[in-house]
């Protein structure tokens, strides 16, 4: 299964984010700072704050789950449209991930962002569409995909209500929404496969 973008955006993710761990100007032009947007049209943001992370455990985790589900979805979307819808979705997942948040932070100059997460979750949230019932480890521990979404979901809104841990978790669930949007309207039969799978389940 030849999956170049993948490997590409986690190379591309990896050298940014390392890069921008040791230098703080590179990390504040790519940050995502809504008022650099909103008064200096650097709208750019909107997708570079998406390959630079907090630290190395945030980029680790973001890039590790990229690689595993990232790679199977590139796969599937390239046989059903071509090698140019993947790197669109992954790009566009940045940037509609991010929207609700900076529409709310918009005229806050004490509101930063960064992270792959909102676009990660897309494609994580894009593969349990296609196969709810595969195992995935979380934490070292095997769940089906479909309980680890509900969950997943659950903790997100909840998190995202309480707030305070200075974690986007509105990003995390917009970017889940988007993939399985995405994948709906692309191929509109997935959203049968999905309700058929669910039907079946297997452990």
Request: net charge positive.
């Amino acid at each position: 299964m030849e999956t170049p973008i993948t490997y590409a955006l986690i190379a591309i993710t990896c050298v940014v984010s390392w890069i921008a761990f040791n230098n703080r100007k590179l990390a504040d032009r790519l940050i995502l700072w809504p008022p650099a947007i909103d008064k200096q049209k650097q709208y750019d943001r909107l997708v570079t704050y998406g390959f630079i992370h907090a630290d190395l455990m945030h980029l680790i985790f973001n890039m590790v789950t990229l690689y595993f589900f990232g790679r199977q979805i590139e796969a599937l979307m390239t046989g059903l449209a071509g090698v140019w819808v993947y790197p669109v979705f992954y790009l566009s997942a940045l940037v509609v991930s991010i929207l609700p948040t900076y529409l709310k932070n918009q005229h806050n100059p004490n509101y930063l962002s960064l992270g792959a997460s909102g676009a990660v979750s897309a494609v994580l949230f894009a593969f349990i569409l296609v196969a709810p019932w595969q195992r995935i480890f979380v934490l070292f521990i095997p769940l089906p995909a479909i309980i680890f979404a509900v969950l997943y979901v659950a903790y997100s809104i909840w998190m995202d209500r309480r707030g305070g841990d200075r974690i986007n978790h509105s990003a995390h669930l917009a970017g889940a929404a988007y993939g399985v949007m995405f994948l709906i309207i692309m191929r509109p039969q997935v959203l049968q496969h999905f309700l058929q799978e669910l039907q079946s389940p297997s452990f």
